[in-house]
């Protein structure tokens, strides 16, 4: 008898943790994250809507960002080419990544407008470097969260070569921006 109740009450008390802890889970619904790149000679845009995935667990305070390279779409489709084969090479790095910890802590069950920082590790190009990404959160009345910002990056400190003879097209720092959307899963 008692090996029955044991068969039963496990997935009981795993489904009821496992709901508990996911409780303070958030889920990216969308999230849209583009970049700039202002050179002399040329501008560059890029935006992915498709293959980003992000959650933040306020329970540890922990945030994860996926991001599929092959994703970014560009006005011109030779540049796309160039971006994925020569820079970013995304056969052999397809995802960027940022897993890290909020800096602090904020109301995420309160409506109202909230800085934010993360702490973790951005990885791009297959090179970990250690970043702090801020952002601005809008708690909305549906306990949704919007998550606005953006941050600077250097294709040099992630070994993105670019070929003296492009040094005026591409610039030295990039600018990322990311609008998002999470919903309580």
């Given at each position: 008898?008692?090996?029955n109740m044991a068969r039963w009450i496990k997935p009981i008390l795993i489904t009821w943790l496992a709901c508990g802890l996911r409780a303070q889970t958030y889920h990216a619904d969308s999230l849209i994250i583009s970049f700039y790149s202002d050179a002399p000679l040329e501008k560059i845009t890029a935006e992915n809507r498709t293959g980003c995935l992000s959650?933040?667990?306020f329970k540890t305070d922990s945030v994860y960002v996926r991001v599929r390279i092959r994703d970014f779409s560009f006005p011109n489709k030779?540049?796309?080419e160039h971006f994925n084969?020569?820079?970013l090479e995304s056969d052999k790095y397809p995802y960027?990544?940022?897993w890290g910890?909020?800096?602090a802590p904020f109301p995420y069950t309160r409506p109202g407008t909230y800085a934010v920082s993360a702490r973790g590790v951005l990885e791009i190009h297959g090179v970990r470097r250690e970043e702090i990404i801020s952002g601005v959160y809008e708690v909305l009345p549906?306990?949704?969260l919007k998550l606005t910002g953006r941050f600077f990056i250097r294709p040099a400190d992630h070994k993105i070569k670019v070929p003296r003879l492009l040094w005026e097209k591409i610039a030295e720092q990039v600018e990322v921006t990311f609008r998002a959307t999470y919903q309580r899963r």
């Open positions: 008898m008692v090996r959650w933040i667990d030779l540049m796309q084969e020569d820079y960027a990544h940022f910890k909020l800096v549906d306990s949704k």
